[in-house]
């Protein structure tokens, strides 16, 4: 059985969250109380027509949140559940069935529908018992049954170091489909780390370590603040038991203070919107256990304003502004610490405005600003928000008649993306504990007004994947406010991106990309183009591409010739001295008529062709590869890399393209480098129908306004 918890936990391990005093001066209305261990009284069989007793906690949070919900599918669920859980007990000792009867009551008091908490309590069943899936999909349904086959599952994922990505994989997925699913698993988690005490030290840390590196940042990214937070307290007194009672004597000191800044702000605030006829509950909200450690540990000394936060409650969006507004003119405002979380909702749901005032002895209380439905999405996420298949109200549908499914926030959406994407199970198992490994996003705009959250760290290469998804591939360079920026650049919140996408559709990515790739969907688009083209590892040149005989003309031995390798992108024409080899421009130093060329056999059979001059014709040389006759054949059509030496404008890289793209060239790559100077160098590798075009290009290009130089990329010696 994996509900192994037993006593209410010892003290200084697993005993976090259930000691916060509360000020004596502090008022608030009742919240989601996720403290109850579920306990319910067996109170024996129950007539078939009235609810059991022992659900009755249940069946009280239920109606709170779904006051017309229909209790019948729980009354079956629940007489399921303890006639075949009976007999089993937990180790410590209580009813088995008191553990799926908590788990389903800190659901309920989440505000989960009801199909969740039928689940909910037959989640063990199928495993535990000899009820079978049939059984259930048989008395509850499809989506019940459903429900329960998932969790199941979960239960029998390692979700250790030593996980089998595959496996993991799969239950992410899952989760995908319906994220019902991995909500009962998290509040299965919570009830079995609430009682986690009698578990010997060192699988108390197991099951921690887990929690802490998996399902916390899981819950943390479906917006489950209430679960999140219980979860870090009940990690940080088990693996950190110092730390923990150090933070609780804090805790419990502050409690005991006859002067409480955060109880004066909030009756100033009180007073202030009721001068102002706006209707709002103001509450004071106490930071959890490893919340204060974190404030203590980044400003050292603690004082009172910083053991909690001020949260106003308001009826309609347009009353938190207005809150905001009156708290700027009436009192002292720290305009440093305020974000708009309404205009730009964070990854996981959340919404509210941040902001923080000045109090007389210079302590600064942090002022959270939000709708009760707000605040009821922050505390409870994706299980606030319903069934996602059920009929959707109007508000929830696209406007293309589509329904927007609120229970998939972006991040769940982009994790099945790249499950889809991703090469191989490991580099999906790595990506992903990479990205849960964040702990802070940006929100950078786009010039059309729209918006890109990325996590901190993020670079220009993320946010043309994160926009334009493989398409990417084409991206050839950045403005970052206005300025023109490489794509490693690392990106700041609030910045405005636009990115400068090249007009060859089969642009391929750079290798060095993926050193300034902080996403999964960057990091998989990009390898995964990679695997499919390993021969781009074995020289700088580009694609191989199929070869066909020479039809006919002087040349008497056997040859190869280039032809184009996509649609978009034809190559001049080389004759190789190999019969039927597949020979290619080597991008190094893109060789263009008339330039003298050689060539090297590769691997796969393939041809490269390169200037005479070039520094990799030396190593190929001296490592011992082989060379092949190469000529250039009757066509003219030709890729050449140019180098453009230019003065900081406005507007200079619009206007250089549009004279190349003038003049016929194909922009295939380019870089811009960091402006030294006032001046910057552009490299592009462009296609052009017609070698003859190129001095008529590089003519064009230095008449446009701020270029003073436009020179061929010379081939590096050996020496170099």
Known sequence: MNAEAVNPATPGRASAGHD?????????RPRLDLRRLGRAALLGPAARDRLPDAIGHVVEAHRAHHPDADLEPLRRAYLLAESSHRGQMRKSGEPYITHPLAVTLILAELGAETTTLTASLLHDTVEDTEVTL??????????????VDGVTKLEKVDYGAAAEPETFRKMLVATGNDVRVMSIKLADRLHNMRTLGVMRPAKQERIAKVTRDVLIPLAERLGVQALKTELEDLVFAILHPEEYEHTRELIL??????????????????????????????LIRPRHFLSVHRVSRKRGQLRGADFGRVLVLVGEDADCYGVLGELHTCMTPVVSEFKDFIAVPKFNLYQSLHTAVACEDGQVVEVLIRTHQMHKVAEAGVVALGNPYAAPPEELSAPDGERADPTRPGWLSRLLDWQRAAPDPDTFWSTLREDLSQDREITVFRPDGGTLGLPDGASCVDAAYAQYGEDAHACIGARVNGRLATLSTVLKDGDTVQLLMGQDPASEPSREWLDHAHTPAARIAIQRWLTAHPAQEETTGTPPVPSRPAADGPAAAPASRAVPDRPAASHAQVLADRPGAAVRLARCCTPVPPDEVTGFAVRGGVVTVHRAGCAAVARMKAAGREEVGVRWGEGAECRVTLIAESFVRPHLLADLTEAMAVEGAEIVSAT???PTQQQVRHTYTVQLPDAAHLPALMRAMRKVAGVYDVSRAQPQTSGA
């Open 20 to 28: 916060t005093p509360a000020g004596p001066r502090r008022k608030a």
């Open 134 to 147: 049939d059984q259930v999909h048989e008395e509850f349904g499809e989506e019940v049954s459903y429900l």
């Open 253 to 282: 000191r502050n409690a005991d203070r006859t002067d409480d800044p955060l109880a004066e702000v909030a009756d100033d605030v009180r007073t202030v919107l009721r001068e102002a006829d706006i209707t709002a509950e103001v």
């Open 672 to 674: 811009v480098e960091p």
